[in-house]
C-alpha cells in the first residue's frame, strides 16, 4: 500500500509541510514548514519578513513563488537539504504528526501533487522527493 498525503483533511494531512505544526529556522519562529522553506529561498530580510508574517501557508507558498525578489543564487543545490532540515525538525518537536510518520509502517509516502520535484506529479512518475525525505525521517526516528 502506499500512503497519499496532500490536503488538510486528508488522513495523513499532518505529513503535509502546510500542516500548522512549526519549525525554528535562523533564530525564528515559523508558522509551518512551508513558511520556512519559502523564505530560506531569499536572502532578502523584508521579504523573509514578508513569509513569516504570511497567515497561512498558501500566502507564504505564493510568496516564495514570487520572483519580484530574486531567490537566493544555489537554491537549486541547497533546496532538499533545507527541506530535509525543516522535515527533521517539524517531526522531532511535534508529537502528533510523528506518530502519524511512524504509523505509516514501511509504506511508500507520496506527496499527491502535480510537482514533478517534491510529489509524485501528476501519473505517478515524479521524483516524490518530499516523501523520500518524509520516509528517511521516518526511518532516523526509529
Known amino acids: 500500500m502506499t500512503v497519499w498525503f496532500h490536503a488538510q483533511t486528508d488522513a495523513y ?3 503535509s509541510n502546510f ?3 512549526g519549525v525554528e529556522m535562523d533564530g525564528a519562529w515559523w508558522r ?3 513558511h520556512a522553506f519559502q523564505a530560506a529561498k531569499f536572502d532578502d530580510p523584508a521579504h523573509r519578513e514578508r513569509i513569516l508574517a504570511a497567515h497561512r501557508p498558501k ?3 505564493a510568496l516564495g513563488l514570487s520572483r519580484a525578489v530574486p531567490i537566493r543564487g544555489d537554491w537549486d543545490e541547497v533546496r532538499v ?3 530535509r532540515g525543516l522535515v527533521r525538525a517539524k517531526f522531532a518537536i511535534h508529537d502528533g504528526p510523528r506518530a502519524v510518520l511512524l ?3 514501511d509504506e511508500e509516502i507520496v506527496e499527491s501533487t502535480q510537482d514533478l520535484f517534491w510529489g509524485g506529479g501528476p501519473d505517478g512518475s ?3 522527493w518530499l516523501g523520500r ?4 525521517t521516518r526511518e532516523a526516528l526509529r
Not at 525525505?133 to 528517511?136: D, G, K
Open 133 to 136: 525525505l518524509l520516509m528517511e
Open 19 to 21: 500542516a500548522p505544526f
Open 126 to 128: 515524479g521524483l516524490n
Open 32 to 34: 509551518t514548514v512551508e
Open 59 to 61: 500566502d507564504a507558498k
Open 13 to 15: 494531512a499532518e505529513l
Open 103 to 105: 504509523g505509516t509502517g
Open 81 to 83: 537539504e533545507v527541506m
